[in-house]
């Protein structure tokens, strides 16, 4: 587990793996006892000082923190590797894609990359020349926008969320990026779409908004518990895209003062219970307004067969 590339030279994915197996513990001993994280949180506090001390933090921030300190701690990638040349921009884009995820492998290949990360596809096509200039970049969550043109009580779907993320948009004026046949900055139209899907999909709900996150949208985003299909946002041959729902980070209060529940799918009995700092009760409702980050796995033909179940 040791890596000569990590600065924590295993020490958080061990720390991480102790906190595991004392849940795992607890929970076959049916106890009712809590277990303390303070070893986990020595050592997150280390790779990302910005940790230290108990003051509100964001969830989807310390997730990936900590996602990249697991990761930099099992990369398979022992040394830097040399640079590669330029890649042919004429490929098309199925060997594009390919090469890009090759070159990101070079330097960041690891058990959790294999479960987390998949790939955006992005297309940039300029409205003078019409030239498109297509990248695929790695992402290990997606952050979604929460359509605002509505009354705040009123309810919307995730579908409305990932909508409004793959939507293409004019970038103009300021914005206006550099033509690779012009040569020059030109008004160009910009869309997103998923060209690999990862094991996890994890989503980010943009509650906060505004100069430092001072406003909060309370918004109800209706999000499905099972068979969340996201064929309509994927690139063409992306494959498989159905998930089901597993767990929720939630946020109660304000952008200053506020409080983070979960609420999290057994893996055995797939019974839903809410996580309240010590307190872990079952509960039924799972699709609040206070949902922040969203986790979801990719369907089998079993989970998704056990899903319709639920």
């Not at 597993?246 to 797939?270: E, L």
């Amino acid at each position: 587990m040791n890596n000569n590339t990590s600065r924590m030279k295993g020490a958080l994915m061990k720390a991480y793996c102790d906190l595991l197996q004392q849940l795992w513990a607890d929970a076959r001993s049916s106890s009712g006892n809590y277990v303390s994280p303070d070893n986990f949180k020595n050592q997150i506090q280390k790779f990302a000082p910005r940790f230290v001390g108990y003051q509100q933090q964001d969830s989807q921030e310390f997730l990936r923190y900590l996602l990249q300190g697991l990761h930099e701690d099992v990369n398979r990638v022992r040394t830097k590797p040399t640079p590669l040349p330029p890649m042919d921009d004429t490929l098309p884009d199925s060997q594009k894609a390919m090469e890009c995820w090759k070159r990101y492998l070079r330097t960041d290949d690891s058990k959790i990359v294999d479960v987390f990360v998949g790939q955006l596809k992005s297309e940039l096509i300029c409205t003078h020349c019409g030239h498109t200039s297509t990248t695929f970049d790695p992402f290990w969550d997606l952050s979604l926008p929460i359509p605002n043109d509505r009354r705040s009580s009123a309810n919307i779907n995730l579908e409305d969320c990932l909508t409004a993320f793959t939507r293409e948009e004019v970038l103009d004026g300021d914005e206006m990026p550099k033509c690779e046949k012009c040569c020059v900055h030109r008004r160009c139209t910009k869309k997103f779409s998923v060209y690999k899907f990862p094991k996890i999909l994890v989503l980010h709900l943009k509650r906060f908004s505004g100069e430092r996150f001072r406003s909060r949208l309370s918004t109800l985003v209706n999000y499905p518990i099972a068979n969340l299909d996201l064929g309509r946002f994927g690139a063409s041959g992306c494959g498989h895209s159905l998930y089901n729902l597993y767990a929720v980070s939630n946020h109660t209060g304000t952008p200053t003062m506020g409080h983070y529940t979960a609420y999290v799918r057994h893996a055995f009995s797939g019974q839903w219970q809410l996580f309240d700092d010590s307190r872990v009760t079952p509960c039924r409702n799972v699709v609040t307004s206070e949902a922040y980050v969203l986790f979801y796995e990719l369907a089998t033909d079993k989970t998704v067969q056990e899903s319709s179940r639920l």
